[in-house]
């Protein structure tokens, strides 16, 4: 989308925003009236509260995900206990619950978490990156997800489900004005076009200047340029029959982040580049960092994604529905980024991908008096191309290695999904209910890939033939041809993974009162297995990961206490988590390149820990909250091939896993107060703690054992602690009036008001080892309008 493009997208955003609706003022009114608000959900295909869901859940309403500043589902982990979101060097989202996650930014990779808009997939997770538009709530499911839901996973799943269309005219417009220029406009419009027609439609844009600063030079990186819509159609022809069409998209032209340098470590020690080797670490800063000046290809996306789905709702008779949901999307992205975290040319990436997607589900739900049940099947069909460029001019690979300083990498893969699932709910009496569910899941991929000499000068060819000839191999590499060796002939490298699966679930729930909730689960979920999209010099490095699996044991207890003033639900749980994928390293097989990236599986690994949230809303007006969850992740069995970020051999065992921290805890206040008989004040504040954990598999003994450059540098040994991500504690707070009847409301805001330092990951790349951070203290002013 062009600067054309752009500015109508975001006026027909601005006018689409004089309509927004009911869903906040509803939120509102049900919390002024005491207690604490019943919230409905379709975790299970059905609408039941939450409260009466025997399984571990977190619902969040629309209204608390706009007045906790979730803006995107990386937000949440503000509000939900033990979800992490990490970015990946790539800028790709890494969703993690409860430890299960999956660190890889390759397009065809699937998620150990699933995701959703309306129970309509988002095969991969860069496609979520705008799906918090316009939500009613949303959902997120703990443990292994796939007897419900259209995708297997490990993980969980998280359901974003948007508003919907009214019967009656609503409107709303939401402005916000913050910290970087920051301009954000959201709002949408909804009503009854005929008696059987209804429409809403959505939008929201975003437009900043750069947050990040160089600290060598004048200069600012991290504009953002975003814009989402989303229109949704209800059809009801028959009384019996709805039928909704949804379509949505973004676009995505912001600048990409820039590394933090934590230290040089050469590839090729023997011919480190010294002025790397001596450029100045990043100060210990948010907006600190570094960045080629001027590149020739400037540092931001152009990403964009379409979804149109169709979902039928059939009532057969009173008790059975039959529903369909079809679904295509088309995401792509081109970006590039300069992630060695300084303004010499050590090493920056340009990418183009794209993914086409194709979903189907049908399914057939009954409620027979004691009876629930499901049944019904899926298919999914992606292609996904994932192709970069490399460019390490300054680098030692460079300098040591017959002067290569560019490369072009590609995997394009095609994936097919079939899948058959059923489940029962009895109540064996009006306190006990049992549950029992399975399904049966075949998963065939193809991957094709290599990297390439990029035909610049002929340097990557010319380097790969002296060692084709040095091993006696009578191939001559041509230009624009791959050298990635299979088995010492350069070439494609091919893959193939064909994997079924039964995954599965059994419990029992014990309703003591009509307020507290017992219950009981064992679960058995899969991840597919996975191909990666990396640089590499040999074929092993493309080779596929087989699926994962869980079985998962958990036991909680829901409680409404006191007239549900107060609600508590804990749960403890255990995992046992067999052939785990990880983003691990090998050594070059050449031996000229260091370390390199390659896909591994865990053999044997557990999980055990236990969350606890305690909601109160003692008086009218004031709703308290408190939630921790403790995780302890343990790889109990060695992978093949184990070497640590710059090149020990490593033993996994004993290890928790990478962005795995211990204990996360999150809590929020927020009061409403009148002070006269038309207006009203609020405030409200809420806290997110995360324990340290490491960005990568490593300890820290041989970190710290470790020369960094031995050759500019001798007898100068690595921080142990090279890889931690530290533990940090941010607040936001907000303060504002609004109108007594819900129509409208202006507040001022902060997020992370005490502008803590910290990261989200920290990793290690060709000659450098560098972190990316986390954003710094932000804060402006928000006005709402409803009609």
Not at 59 to 68: E, I, K, M, N, P
Not at 249 to 259: H, I, K, L, M, P
Not at 285 to 310: E, I
Not at 404 to 426: C, E, L, W
Request: with cysteine.
């Amino acid at each position: 989308m062009g600067r054309i493009g752009w500015r109508l997208g975001l006026c027909g955003s601005v006018a689409a925003m004089a309509w927004a609706g009911a869903a906040h003022a509803q939120s509102v009114d049900e919390a002024r009236g005491g207690g604490i608000e019943e919230i409905i959900v379709t975790a299970q295909k059905r609408s039941e509260t939450a409260n009466r869901v025997g399984m571990s859940i977190t619902a969040l309403s629309g209204d608390t995900l706009v007045r906790q500043g979730v803006a995107n589902p990386n937000d949440l982990v503000k509000i939900v206990p033990g979800f992490q979101a990490t970015e990946a060097p790539r800028g790709t989202p890494i969703y993690a619950i409860r430890g299960i996650g999956f660190d890889d930014s390759t397009l065809g990779s699937n998620s150990t978490v699933a995701l959703y808009v309306d129970e309509v997939p988002l095969s991969f997770a860069p496609e979520a990156r705008f799906a918090t538009l316009d939500l009613e709530r949303v959902e997120v499911l703990k443990g292994p997800q796939g007897i419900l839901f259209g995708q297997n996973s490990t993980a969980g799943a998280i359901n974003f489900i948007a508003a919907k269309p009214t019967d009656d005219l609503e409107a709303g417009f939401d402005a916000s004005y913050g910290r970087f220029s920051t301009i954000e406009l959201r709002g949408f419009m909804s009503g009854a076009l005929t008696d059987t027609l209804k429409m809403r439609v959505s939008a929201m844009g975003v437009h900043s200047g750069g947050w990040q600063k160089s600290y060598t030079r004048d200069d600012t990186l991290g504009d953002k340029r975003q814009f989402a819509g989303r229109v949704i159609t209800e059809w009801t022809p028959l009384e019996d029959l709805k039928i909704t069409l949804s379509i949505n998209g973004w676009s995505d032209r912001s600048d990409t982040q820039a590394g933090q340098l934590i230290e040089s470590f050469p590839s090729i020690p023997a011919t480190a580049v010294p002025e790397y080797d001596a450029y100045p670490r990043s100060p210990r800063n948010a907006r600190a960092a570094d960045w080629d000046a001027n590149p020739a290809t400037p540092f931001r996306r152009d990403d964009n994604f379409l979804q149109v789905s169709l979902r039928g709702d059939y009532s057969l008779t009173d008790e059975i529905t039959l529903t369909s949901i079809t679904a295509w999307s088309r995401y792509n992205q081109n970006f590039a980024q300069d992630v060695d975290g300084s303004d010499l040319q050590n090493l920056s990436l340009t990418n183009v991908g794209n993914v086409r997607s194709f979903n189907q589900e049908v399914r057939l739900t009954g409620n027979m008096d004691r009876l629930k049940w499901i049944v019904g099947g899926n298919y999914a069909r992606d292609k996904a191309l994932d192709s970069s460029y490399y460019s390490f001019t300054q680098t030692s690979l460079n300098e040591g290695f017959l002067g290569i300083h560019d490369a072009d990498a590609y995997t394009q893969q095609s994936i097919r999904n079939i899948a058959a699932f059923g489940n029962i709910d009895y109540s064996l009496s009006d306190l006990i209910t049992v549950h029992g569910g399975i399904r049966y899941t075949r998963d065939k991929r193809k991957s094709a890939g290599c990297t390439a000499d990029p035909d610049t000068d002929g340097a990557e060819r010319n380097a790969f033939n002296i060692i084709l000839g040095l091993t006696g191999t009578p191939y001559e590499i041509q230009a624009g041809e791959c050298i990635t060796s299979l088995n010492g002939i350069p070439g494609v490298v091919h893959g193939a993974l064909t994997e079924d699966n039964v995954s599965w679930r059994a419990g029992i729930d014990f309703q003591v009162t009509p307020t507290t909730l017992l219950y009981a689960n064992i679960s058995k979920g899969y991840k597919s297995g996975a191909f990666p999209a990396v640089n590499s010099a040999a074929a092993l490095q493309l080779r596929g990961v087989t699926q994962e699996s869980v079985l998962a044991y958990e036991a909680g207890v829901k409680a409404g206490l006191f007239d549900r003033k107060v609600q508590v639900n804990a749960a403890g749980f255990y995992y046992d988590y067999k052939d785990k994928q990880l983003r691990g390293r090998i050594l070059d097989p050449f031996g000229a390149f260091g370390v390199l990236d390659v896909l591994l599986n865990i053999p044997k690994s557990r999980v055990y820990g236990a969350e606890v949230s305690v909601q109160v809303a003692p008086v009218r007006g004031l709703n308290l909250n408190v939630a921790g969850t403790y995780v302890n992740s343990k790889v109990t069995a060695n992978p093949p091939e184990a070497y640590d970020p710059v090149g020990n051999i490593l033993s996994y065992k004993g290890l928790s896993f990478p962005h795995t921290p211990k204990w996360n805890v999150t809590a929020s206040a927020d009061y409403e107060v009148p002070v006269s008989g038309a207006l009203e004040v609020f405030a409200g504040a809420n806290l997110t703690y995360q324990s340290s954990t490491q960005g990568l598999f490593n300890r820290p003994e041989l970190i710290g054992a470790t020369e960094a450059s031995p050759t500019l540098r001798p007898g100068v040994l690595l921080d142990p602690d090279t890889f931690r991500v530290k533990a940090y504690t941010t607040v936001d707070a907000r303060l504002g009036v609004q109108d007594a009847g819900g129509q409208w409301k202006a507040w001022i805001w902060g997020r992370n008001i005490f502008n803590t330092y910290y990261w989200n990951n920290v990793t290690q790349s060709l000659d450098s080892i560098y972190r990316l951070a986390a954003m710094p203290a932000t804060y402006g002013g928000s006005v709402s309008f409803r009609f």
